[in-house]
């Protein structure tokens, strides 16, 4: 079920983000929306605030903008925004936390302790303070968002590879003359890969939950471009009359963040049978 | 080892992880920031405010000497003032932030109530239909935007039923109570005024109701495993084969020793729900630490944002140490030196 959630959503947003870079490189931007039922950008004032129709599936924003096509529309941001996020985190936790497991000592101290620092933060209010310092723009709120998740990568590698230390073949690598590096980058990444892959997927929902509300508080990206987070906000004036307009977006987030829960949990029972 | 070591140990490593979060931000707002007097002087400052801000708040010292002020600044809890409201951001906080508290206080504890017996009736039914139900059910709680929650709360239950209001503290008609210790319940308790401990009552059920439902999805699921890993454990079998009925070796056994694990997911849940206060509070116009963080980020308030964070940041790590002492004493494995 999850997965049939993640590949739409992911699928989607990669062929709608396609779209859209090739438009803007091409000077063509109808090429953004010519796969969506109407022109997201659209503006007609005497179709402000429609409810949800066959015409308009989720209803009309106070623009007269077709609500649902700015959905598809703003997906491939929040997919974009998740993957760079998780990438991120994902990179420079493994770059602390792997040594930190490995080479014990020092090194984890160090990792370990500036992770609890990083950690002792709520994730949402490290990365309003970062953005406020830096810049009020969806590029801020990627980089806030690395710096809050990298911790939990990190102890997650170092604990990953605590657990694969021990065993059998790592000191047969260890015999075979390679070097800490060599051995880091060769057997325990791989082993280490499968818990991993199940967090990872988890926390692309969560990542997507976290910038909604950032872009909810009017961190993410300005106006006129829709994304779903500032979608609700804008809605707020008009609740409850034209509920679909602040509601719907919060339910697609929703749902897009369950499939990826649902695919994590999945993953991670596989994982465990395999083990 | 004993506890008091462990206690020492651990509270003296807090105090280090306060002072190094401040340094943290310190590093952020004036070293990170592209022009830290103007930020922090607020958008519509004059040149000559932006100045006094400057020698104010030694801008054009070296770094090691603004560290020194900032870092004692924020340990006396003195913050600077805040250029939209023309107060010190310690008097803003010391008002808003025992609201939230309320707010965290209440959630936090049904939040545990609800995890702990969803938890154990997950365990209790694995894998079958209650299990899965039990696991939409926080899923739902877990992945949904709190302001969808407080939303949808807020349509069913305000604006269609009438049940609740849908905004502020309590019937603005009400004069608030005599100012003694910031908690609006307290307050409104110790001065005998029933209305409005009633109203103010009401007006919190809503987010609290929302903000339960957003966390106690991460108890649900360490009560559940940790009940499974106990009803695997001999002394459940001994109290099965004594006689002991099957039901009541569940749920008596498995759960008192199932709650140590819940202990040290008591404090993520406190960090959680602060960062979850802030959304549900605005959707709510509660007016609580939440919505003077987000007054603060709309007005490009500085001063009153980082103060926000550092005071959260402190009690995040205090009830971590409180969590920390709190599993010693329940599990005597981590204080004889595990």
Known sequence: MGLIIVVAFYGWSLLEGVLQFAGMVLHMSSLGWVLLPSDPFKISLNQALLGPSPAHLMGTDDLGRDIWSRILYAAPVDAGVSVLVIGGGLLVGSLVGLPAGYFGGLTEEVSMRSTDLFLAFPALILALVIESTLGREAVYAVLALVVVWWPSYARLFRGETLRVKSMKFIDAARLSDLSGLEIIRRHIVRSTFNTIVSYATIDLGSSILVYSVLSFLGLGIPPPAPEWGSMVSFGLEYFPQSWWYSLLPGIVITIVVIGTALLGDGLRDVIAGEQ | ?338
């Open chain 2, 1 to 338: 080892m004993g506890l008091v070591g462990y206690i020492i140990r651990r509270a003296l490593y807090s105090i280090l992880l306060v002072i190094l979060s401040v340094l943290l931000v310190f590093f952020l707002t004036h070293f990170l920031a592209p022009d830290p007097a103007a930020v922090w002087a607020g958008p519509h400052a004059a040149k000559s405010v932006v100045q006094a801000i400057v020698s104010e708040y030694h801008f054009n010292d070296p770094l090691y000497v603004q560290a020194y002020y900032f870092v004692t600044g924020a340990l006396t809890f003195n913050f600077g003032i805040s250029p939209y409201f023309k107060q010190p951001v310690s008097s803003l906080i010391a008002t808003y932030f025992p609201r939230t508290l309320e707010l965290t206080f209440f959630a936090m504890v049904i939040s545990v109530l609800v995890g702990v017996f969803t938890g154990a009736f997950a365990a209790a039914h694995r894998n079958k239909k209650g299990d899965y139900s039990v696991r939409l059910f926080y899923l739902i709680g877990w992945c949904a935007p709190p302001f969808l929650i407080s939303l949808i709360l807020q349509l069913v239950f305000s604006y269609k039923l009438n049940y609740f209001p849908t905004s502020l503290l309590a019937d603005p008609a009400l004069a608030t109570p005599r100012f003694v210790t910031g908690f609006p319940l307290i307050d409104g308790l110790l001065a005998g005024d029933f209305p409005y401990v009633e109203s103010h009552l009401i007006h919190m059920a809503l987010p609290v109701i929302a903000l339960t439902f957003i966390s106690f999805g991460l108890i649900t699921r360490i009560m559940r495993s940790s009940m499974l890993e106990s009803l695997k454990a001999d002394y459940v079998r001994t109290a099965v084969m004594k006689g002991v009925g099957t039901r009541r070796a569940v749920y008596l056994h498995a759960l008192k020793n199932s709650l140590i694990p819940v202990i040290t997911v008591i404090a993520l849940t406190f960090a959680y729900l602060i960062a979850g206060a802030v959304v549900v509070e605005f959707v709510f116009g509660y007016e609580g630490m939440g919505y003077l963080i987000t007054t603060a980020l709309y007005n490009y308030d500085y001063p009153t944002l980082v103060g926000c964070t550092m005071v959260i940041t402190i009690s995040v790590v205090s009830i971590n140490l409180v969590a920390d002492v709190m599993y010693a004493l329940v599990d005597p494995r981590v204080r004889l030196g595990g």
